[in-house]
């Protein structure tokens, strides 16, 4: 392969998966900002949507009506960690409720070995995935159905807290949490709500990802990784900087990859986490003056 | 309308509130003046529901609200503007104002912006900002806001935490006038704490004084202006006695 088409390549399959750790990534800044929690959870509600959809998919449910009952699923789960492990504890310490989420991880790992396996699994690919030619190089419309699913999904993410009345009180509550409740919003129910949607986001990326690496009962624990190395990038807070930190991983392992050894690849972004935290603990873009709400 | 009685209210073990009683009839402006860390801050708290008192009551319209939370006395339309204004910097100026209907949103959706309106009238200035983030206001600008969040709420009962703080005489002013006319146009019952003394006196209809957690001088805020005491600590009297 000539190396423009292999560059290509690489540029593809970094920007899929880096699609997939965006979508777990602002999972993990949505519920830090508004409930304070690093949920690494998150990366399992990828692994529970995945495995909800194949199972769905394998009972002859359509496809569309099989994903999006994965995502209600998950989303409900979601809710129901929020108002059973991180909800009686919110006035704990953080490392207290880092082990919780932690806790509950482990949890739906091991309820996902008792329901599923421990074999890999695939969920077909949304359309068909005749591979399309460009410049050389091979694109499957299953990584244009990633990227292109993940971006709608951030941008309905941006509309829903920038735009809609309940997206705002959200917002309220994380610029200023006390002013917010003098307004009669609840902290609580944002909590909820910041959790449900964090766990949804998460679900449509195990969907969208299964098609393209299948699904294994494990496969959360890293996803969560790389997405909180992502979120850490945009200094926890931060969104956009947490969606191109994403990407960057993305393109980062696929180059790893492609032009070394697969090996590496975990260990290339843990390796860009140590670097952010040691040179740059608020993150690689955050402002001058590093309010952190 | 509101009757306080025996407070007494703790910052964990700082007793800070040491058994405030007063009563309030609708339609009165009732300021509350004293110097730093008497606990003003702490008594409107403790009404608006931030604060638990842990002894005496609370009656708010005959019921007890004592023990309510802070959401549930929103909505019997008890508001409080907290001192420092507390905007939301990153919303914009009518998103502030419309969270300040929070509590009300899912049945009043049609005339929230008659309401809005209705503040714009009362303050012209932020009708043209209203999409500005409220992080970029001015001082004075932002504590127009805060009252217009307020009153988005459609208070019966009004509470606001030294609303004249770091303002210009002449929007000091302003504000005073505004209480006033809610008072007049929708018998708004409003609770003024103050550092600005004379503004607050003036304005209100009864007053008292804390110190240290307790009500030092109460009564008509024209008898307060001429007690020798009120003078002396806080409209520059002539004697050099140090507030108590
Ligand atoms: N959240 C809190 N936690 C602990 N102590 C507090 C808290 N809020 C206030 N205090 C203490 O309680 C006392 C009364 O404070 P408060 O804010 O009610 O006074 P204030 O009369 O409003 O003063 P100022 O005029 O300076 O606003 C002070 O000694 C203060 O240090
Ligand atoms: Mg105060």
Known sequence: ?????????????????????????????????????????QGDFAMLGAMLAITFV???IPMGLGIILSIGIVVLVGGIFERTAIYPARNASL???????????????????????????????????????????????QSIWAVGISVVSLIAMHYFFNKTFIGKAVTACVVNRSAAR??????????????????GLGAIAGIIIAPISGATYEMGLMIGMKAFVAAVIG??????????????????????????????KDAISFALLLLVLFFMPNGLFAKATGKRV | ??????????????????????????????AIVGSNGAGKSTLLGTIAGIYQQREGSITYEGEDIGKQKVEAIVKKGICLVPERRQIFDALSVKDNMMLGAYHRYRHSKRTLQKDIDRCYELFPKLKTME????????????????????????????????????????????????????????????????????????????????ERGEIAIEGESKALMKDPRVRDAYLGGKSQSIPV
């Open chain 1, 182 to 199: 003098l307004m009669g919003i609840k902290p609580e129910w944002m909590s909820f709500i910041s959790i449900a949607v964090s766990a």
């Open chain 2, 131 to 210: 999409d500005r983030p409220g992080g970029l206001l001015s001082g004075g600008e932002q504590q127009m806001l805060a009252i217009a969040r307020g009153l988005m709420s459609n208070p019966k009962l009004m509470m606001l935490d030294e609303p004249s703080l770091g303002l210009a005489p002449l929007i000091v002013k302003d504000i005073m006038n505004i209480l006033d006319q809610l008072r007049e146009e929708f018998g708004t019952t409003i609770i003024l704490v103050e550092q600005n003394v004379k503004a607050a006196l003036k304005v209100a209809d009864r007053a008292c004084v804390m």
């Open chain 1, 58 to 60: 394998s009972m002859d």
């Open chain 1, 235 to 264: 200094g926890l807070t931060n969104a956009p900087a947490a969606i191109i930190g994403a990407f960057m991983i993305g393109i980062l392992e696929s180059f790893t990859e492609g032009l070394w050894t697969s090996g590496y």
């Open chain 1, 95 to 141: 490392p207290t409720l880092i082990i919780i989420t932690l806790g509950v991880a482990i949890a739906i790992r091991g309820l996902a070995i008792l329901i599923w396996g421990t074999q890999p699994r695939s969920l077909p690919p949304f359309t068909e995935n005749n591979p399309i030619n460009v410049l050389n190089a091979v694109l499957l419309p």
């Open chain 2, 1 to 30: 309308m509101l009757q306080v009685k025996d407070v007494h209210t703790y910052h964990g073990f700082l007793h800070v509130l040491k058994g405030i009683s007063f009563e309030l009839n609708k339609g009165e402006i009732f």
């Open chain 1, 1 to 41: 392969m000539e190396l423009t088409s292999q560059f290509i390549q690489l540029i593809f399959s970094g920007l899929t998966i880096g699609s997939i750790y965006a979508l777990v990534a602002i999972g993990f800044v949505i519920t830090y900002n508004i409930t304070g929690v690093l949920n690494f959870a």
